[in-house]
């Protein structure tokens, strides 16, 4: 499986592709930042963040997409860039029919380090670490894109796990609700014959 993990914004845009399959050594395909200025027009930007990954795509045809689900609870601004930078990533995605995975950052370090609460400089170490590779990446947010990357491959088969068995399951779904309806349709059909019996009596 090929990832191509995004850690969404304005400024810095992290990107890492990531290949392997969970519960075996995976291997970094590449790392980098799609950056805009800050000081040019916010529609300037996401078209440059665009094309950014676009050209990502185009280099690493990634089978899927794994992008930070933007939560916070106190700079309103910085979540709006951040959520804009993220609907770029995942219309690239959509429109070249990629799937898209949303993960949360406590989700996303918790898969790599084994906690939720670890920090940026911890993140980079066990990237640096189960990548096999010589120092963390640099900026930040080039290492984050990677944990991304890592946690979605981790986690896929638990996901289409949880996938199947909900298909599974729903077709039973269908039948009972069905069933439910028609006898519905079938008490309501009755009660009005019931009633005119009643007045003829």
Not at 107 to 128: F, N, P
Not at 140 to 164: F, G, K, T, V
């Amino acid at each position: 499986m090929r990832v191509l993990g995004v850690d969404p914004g304005l400024t810095r845009c992290g990107v890492g592709v990531v290949e392997g399959v969970a519960g075996r050594p995976l291997t970094m395909r590449g790392v980098g930042v799609v950056r805009t200025p800050a000081d040019a027009e916010l529609g300037l930007r996401l078209v440059a963040i665009e094309q950014g990954i676009e050209q990502w795509l185009d280099e690493y045809e990634p089978e899927h997409v794994a992008v930070e689900r933007v939560f916070s609870q106190h700079n309103v601004r910085t979540v709006m860039g951040t959520a804009q930078a993220s609907a770029v990533a995942m219309l690239c995605a959509a429109r070249r029919g990629i799937p898209v995975a949303l993960h949360t950052p406590s989700e996303v370090k918790a898969a790599v380090t084994g906690s939720g609460r670890a920090d940026k400089a911890q993140v980079g170490a066990m990237v640096t670490r189960l990548l096999r590779l010589d120092a963390p990446p640099k900026p930040a947010d080039a290492a984050d894109a990677l944990a991304l990357a890592i946690c979605h491959i981790w986690r896929a088969p638990a996901q289409n796990r949880l996938q199947q068995a909900v298909a599974e399951k729903r077709p039973h779904q269908d039948l009972a609700q069905n069933r439910l309806q028609r006898a519905v349709a079938a008490h309501a059909s009755n009660a009005p014959r019931q009633a005119s019996k009643g007045r003829t009596a």
